[in-house]
T-cell receptor, first 112, second 113 residues
């Protein structure tokens, strides 16, 4: 199994541009989440999904959209990038009823 | 705001020594988890302790939980250079689903050979 994969690894955007961060998992996990990690801080939850077709907001959802059309994929969309969205983004998944979250390698995003 | 707060923020020890990291949290929890993050990588789950447990062991890891003080500690015994990483506690509040993990700010552990 590849586990949780994220693309791209690195991305530079200009203010106002939009883009989609991709996340996929091949473990048939129902739960998927997006976090952002800023220097010297822990991870903060952006959005999460408990299954295909179901999403909910986390702690810092503003400026981001998500959808979950399949169990495997959970893309994160930045609608109009801002410098405050410069961060490292992690996708994670877990099985329903479980506790351990499996993390992807992260996407490092810089917004100029 | 961060639910979990780790202490110390940074810890530097010699190989073979024990490393202790502490985590405090604010609300009642369902469980508390510890994760490790190597530089430039994603987080890896280490150990989970439930709210009705006081101590748990896994290999060289020992976790304690004191719900009355809303605190937890992670002890790594006989540390190795490969243990160098950031360590995060994460809590699952009682009133939320398991997906709403709330992370602390982490402790950066450096183990010198």
């Amino acid at each position: 199994n590849a586990g949780v994969t994220q693309t791209p690894k690195f991305q530079v955007l200009k203010t106002g541009q939009s883009m989609t961060l991709q996340c996929a998992q091949d473990m048939n996990h129902e739960y998927m989440s997006w976090y952002r990690q800023d220097p010297g801080m822990g991870l903060r939850l952006i959005h999460y999904s408990v299954g295909a077709g179901i999403t909910d907001q986390g702690e810092v959802p503003n400026g981001y959209n998500v959808s979950r059309s399949t169990t495997e994929d959970f893309p994160l969309r930045l609608l109009s990038a801002a410098p405050s969205q410069t961060s490292v983004y992690f996708c994670a998944s877990r099985v329903a009823g479980g506790n351990e979250q499996f993390f992807g390698p992260g996407t490092r995003l810089t917004v100029l | 705001s961060q639910q979990g707060e780790e202490d110390p923020q940074a810890l530097s020890i010699q190989e073979g020594e024990n490393a202790t990291m502490n985590c405090s949290y604010k609300t009642s929890i369902n469980n508390l988890q510890w994760y490790r993050q190597n530089s430039g990588r994603g987080l890896v789950h280490l150990i989970l302790i439930r709210s009705n447990e006081r101590e748990k062991h896994s290999g060289r890891l020992r976790v304690t939980l004191d719900t009355s003080k809303k605190s937890s500690s992670l002890l790594i015994t006989a540390s190795r250079a490969a243990d160098t990483a950031s360590y995060f506690c994460a809590t699952v509040p009682q009133e939320t689903s398991g997906s709403r993990l709330t992370f602390g700010e982490g402790t950066q552990l450096t183990v010198n050979p």
